[in-house]
T-cell receptor, first 113, second 119 residues
Framework: ETGVTQSPTHLIKTRGQQVTLRCSSQ?????VSWYQQALGQGPQFIFQ???????GRGNFPPRFSGLQFPNYSSELNVNALELDDSALYLC????????????FGPGTRLTVL | AQTVTQSQPEMSVQEAETVTLSCTYD???????LFWYKQPPSRQMILVIR??????QNATENRFSVNFQKAAKSFSLKISDSQLGDAAMYFC????????????????FGGGTRLMVKP
């Protein structure tokens, strides 16, 4: 059974650019959640996708957007990057939206200069 | 909105000893889940233990156990017989049991406690 994978591992962008981060969910999982973890802080929920539709959203501006594909993999897109977007971005997958455990990927470290 | 607070930024324990990490939360809901996650320097978040709010019995997973005090909104993690591999950031997290809300099944995390294990 393959776990949650994320790409790339590290990324450096400049302010104003756009970035796309990718996540492959664990086999059999149809729900993907994205979190932003600033240095020294706990993760913050960005949004969740369930069967290709956004199912919930945290307190993040519209320039944070996402997609989920028929194979349940997902992308996180961030437009007009700001310095404060520098963080570890975590993806978590689970089977359905319910009480099932969320399994996390290793994260993508984004640095905005 | 729910909040989760971890008041201990850092904790230290001697190998083979016992340590307790504290967590308090605030919610108006009666049904929810609480979790402790471990994040080693490798960054991958790993679930340590979970507790359903409707269960009075405290959860236990091998050397890890919790003290869940629903009325006090407290959820501490006890690590017995600490090992060097336990050194990591530990996050307490809350999740509502309601599915039909705008937040899906989002996890609300505390700020974390860095646990150091001394040989």
């Amino acid at each position: 059974e393959t776990g949650v994978t994320q790409s790339p591992t590290h990324l450096i962008k400049t302010r104003g650019q756009q970035v796309t981060l990718r996540c492959s969910s664990q086999s059999g999982h149809n729900t993907v959640s994205w979190y932003q973890q600033a240095l020294g802080q706990g993760p913050q929920f960005i949004f969740q996708y369930y069967r290709e539709e956004e199912n919930g959203r945290g307190n993040f501006p519209p320039r944070f957007s996402g997609l989920q594909f028929p194979n349940y993999s997902s992308e996180l897109n961030v437009n007009a990057l700001e310095l404060d977007d520098s963080a570890l971005y975590l993806c978590a997958s689970s089977f359905t939206r319910g009480r099932n455990e969320q399994f996390f990927g290793p994260g993508t470290r984004l640095t905005v200069l | 909105a729910q909040t989760v607070t971890q008041s201990q930024p850092e904790m230290s324990v001697q190998e083979a000893e016992t340590v307790t990490l504290s967590c308090t939360y605030d919610t108006s809901e009666s049904d929810y889940y609480l979790f402790w996650y471990k994040q080693p320097p490798s960054r991958q978040m790993i679930l340590v233990i979970r507790q359903e709010a409707y269960k009075q019995q405290n959860a236990t997973e091998n050397r890890f156990s919790v003290n869940f005090q629903k009325a006090a909104k407290s959820f501490s993690l006890k690590i017995s017989d600490s090992q060097l591999g336990d050194a990591a950031m530990y996050f307490c997290a809350y999740r509502s049991a309601l599915l039909d809300n705008n937040a899906g099944n989002m996890l609300t995390f505390g700020g974390g406690t860095r646990l150091m294990v001394k040989p």
